[in-house]
């Protein structure tokens, strides 16, 4: 099958017998639930893109699995220019939704798979590998959208998982039949978990020999007997069921999404096993798909900075400070920070190197560097974003008080005419258009966004102390100690 298009996947989504639970109800019509479309949209986006001429070099790729043309998204790098093509194509999606676009986690765990699978089995004589080449040649032939499974529930965090009161906290093996596995668990946080068609776990930390049922890897079909997700909520995420609220929604069309998977006793039958008590490799994983997730970082981040940006720029001129000097120099400390999260990710994976598999990966230490500096730069262009639109990002009356026809004036004036007439700014400018723009930053400095845009660029790819264990790791301290040495003519 040929590259779906974006229509094509919405529809193979009702297709799946997903279970969706929301406010302590299934869902079954989730496809067009107001407040999960949105995400459904921009996944949807990955698609669209794909059709278009103009990006068709971004978007699309040969693979290398069967030499058809295929959505970057399901590829497996092969040089590092392909690693700076797709941060690039994360920074126009990012553009483009101005969300989390979700797909990035299953290209992340494809790549962190492949290459783990084929050294385990160099160790072992297991099949894990052609099991994954198999599974991705099924992904790529038909564009499906794959959920990278890695963050369990953890539980006491100074545990490891088979210390853990309750087993489940982290998934596991419980039953190892000739035909395959039945596993048990969840998965937190999982974006775009309801609308991928697949999902691929994976351990989420290393572990010893004790830890051998935890350490386990495989794919399953999102509507697997025995799964099911809990969706996840968002700061004012039920404007979007409220009628009249496209304006006050701040981005009504875009959006992420996050939610808690379940296994309850799933079967995995062993052709869709990647990974199955060898946990010597379960930090490989991690460690590979943190490194390409921190990466991604450095594009879907940036990309979505650049509508902040933007917003930024338009309120400034909607309020008629745009030629300020303090106003133009904030919003050049914005483009600054944000060109550096970029230069990150454009430098780890110009720097990326090629695996025993044969695919490519990033410099781990400059996309451990990446991620560290996307824990802080997106809060302080939220800050400046704040700073240079104003107090009504917050304070703003609603659509519905813009839209009335409620007299309150002694002229006869009312609510809507009120609030035209007060949150008007610069002469030419509509109040509607300030009033978008307003609500477009409210979106993503607090609003249903932020979680994409504030606290996964602070947790997602693991929190900050996790890449500082990393840069420790990498940073080579005594080869910098040895150079100091030389050229002070220190002898040992
Ligand atoms: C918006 C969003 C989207 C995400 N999407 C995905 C996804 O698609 N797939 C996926 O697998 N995961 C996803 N994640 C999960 C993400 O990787 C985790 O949030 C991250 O690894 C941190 O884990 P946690 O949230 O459980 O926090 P915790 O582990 O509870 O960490 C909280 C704090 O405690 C510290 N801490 C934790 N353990 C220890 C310890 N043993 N010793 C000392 N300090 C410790 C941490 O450093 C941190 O500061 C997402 C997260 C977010 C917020």
Redesign the pocket.
């Known amino acids: 099958m040929a590259l779906m298009t974006a229509q094509e996947y919405i529809d193979s989504l009702r297709k799946l017998n997903t279970r969706v639970y929301m406010f302590g109800e299934k869902i079954d019509n989730w496809v067009d639930h107001p407040m999960i479309r949105p995400s459904i949209n921009c996944v949807a986006m990955t698609y669209a893109l794909a059709q278009d001429p103009q990006y068709a070099d971004l978007m699309t790729v040969k693979s290398s699995l069967t030499g058809h043309t295929i959505n970057r998204f399901t590829h497996l790098h092969q040089s590092t220019e392909d690693l700076m093509n797709k941060v690039k194509m994360q920074r126009l999606l990012g553009q483009k939704t101005a969300s989390c676009f979700q797909r990035c986690?299953g290209m992340d765990a494809f790549n962190s798979v492949f290459s783990t699978t084929y050294e385990i089995d160099e160790k072992y004589g297991t099949h894990y590998h052609e099991n994954f080449k198999k599974f991705l040649t099924f992904v790529q032939d038909n564009d499906l959208t794959v959920?990278?499974?890695?963050?369990d529930p953890?539980g006491d965090?100074?545990k490891a998982p088979s210390q853990q009161a309750d087993p489940d906290m982290y998934v596991h093996v419980v039953e190892r039949r000739p035909d395959g596995i039945v596993v048990c668990g969840a998965?937190?946080?999982?974006?775009g978990s309801i609308n991928s068609h697949w999902h691929i776990f994976m351990p989420t930390i290393s572990m010893g020999e004790a830890d051998k049922d935890w350490a386990v890897s495989f794919a399953c079909p999102t509507d697997a007997e025995g799964m099911y997700m809990i969706y996840g909520r968002q700061s004012c995420d039920t404007r979007k069921m409220e009628e009249d609220a496209s304006i006050d929604v701040g981005n009504a069309k875009f959006g992420g999404q996050?939610a808690l998977v379940v296994l309850d006793h799933v079967f995995i039958p062993n052709e869709y096993i990647f990974l199955n008590g060898e946990y010597e490799f379960a930090g490989m994983i991690v460690e590979r798909f943190a490194g390409y997730h921190r990466q991604s970082y450095g594009g879907c981040k940036v990309g979505v900075g650049d509508t902040l940006i933007g917003a930024a720029a338009l309120a400034a001129e909607y309020n008629g400070v745009e030629k300020a000097s303090a106003v133009k120099d904030k919003l050049i400390e914005m483009t600054h920070l944000n060109e550096t999260l970029f230069c990150c990710g454009i430098a780890c994976s110009a720097q990326g190197f090629k695996t025993k598999a044969g695919n490519y990966q990033i410099d781990l230490l400059l996309a451990n560097v990446c991620k560290q500096n996307v824990t802080r730069f997106p809060y302080e262009i939220v800050r400046l974003a704040e700073d240079i639109a104003g107090g009504l990002v917050v304070t703003m009356p609603s659509q519905t008080d813009f839209n009335s026809d409620t007299v309150v004036g002694r002229n006869g004036e009312t609510i809507g005419e009120i609030c035209n007439k007060f949150f008007a700014a610069r002469e030419g400018v509509k109040t509607e258009d300030r009033q978008r723009i307003m609500r477009f930053i409210e979106n993503l400095c607090l609003g249903a966004a932020a979680?994409?845009y504030r606290?996964?660029s602070m947790?997602?790819?693991?929190?900050p102390?996790?890449q500082r264990i990393m840069i420790a790791r990498q940073g080579n301290i005594q080869g910098k100690k040895q150079l100091a040495k030389d050229i002070a003519g220190i002898k040992d």
């Open positions: 986690v959920d990278g499974a890695m963050t953890k965090r100074s998965k937190c946080h999982q974006t996050e979680v994409g606290t996964e947790h997602g790819a693991g929190s102390q996790a």
